[in-house]
């Protein structure tokens, strides 16, 4: 494998440990300065409608969500654990690459009680700026448009 599809697998999946982690402060730095972060539902994604459930655009966007999250939102603690499948990753004719990733998350509450979250797949547009992968755009598709309303971490 090239280094630059090992540096992009390196990028998803230090994304997933530190959300995992509780690492958030960090989360928009995996992003080029302009990138974008969606949260939408695999029929939403079928139907064209690129709006969803969340949408980050740019890094201040992001920041100001995961400021708002510890200053501002109440919300029953929990975390998450990732469990990611292998990236299919392909470089277009732009330079760029695409990934997708399927993912099932699994989020346990403050009780000790666990139960799966969240299904679905990364879809991925990386950027590479100065020799490191950088998200330009990414897509949650989530297989479910039941979603829990206890949806306060990026997934």
């Known amino acids: 494998m090239s280094a630059t599809k090992t540096a992009i697998e390196d990028l998803i999946i230090a994304y997933a440990h530190d959300i995992d ?31 969803g459930i969340m949408y980050c655009q740019g890094r201040g966007m992001m920041s100001d969500r995961i400021k708002a999250m510890k200053e501002a939102n109440i919300y029953e603690a929990h975390t998450y654990c990732h469990l990611l499948g292998r990236s299919q990753i392909t470089e277009t004719s732009n ?36 020799g490191q992968p950088l998200f330009k755009a990414r897509r949650v598709v989530l297989e479910s448009r039941r979603v829990d309303i206890l949806l306060v971490y990026p997934l």
């Open 21 to 51: 982690d509780g690492q958030l402060d960090g989360w928009p730095g995996y992003f080029c300065e302009d990138g974008t972060y969606t949260i939408l539902t695999r029929e939403n994604l079928a139907a064209g409608l690129p709006m």
């Open 95 to 130: 330079g760029s690459y695409q990934a997708r990733t399927n993912f099932s998350i699994i989020r346990t509450m403050q009780d000790g009680a666990s139960a799966m979250f969240a299904v679905g797949k990364y879809l991925d547009v990386i950027e590479m700026q100065d």
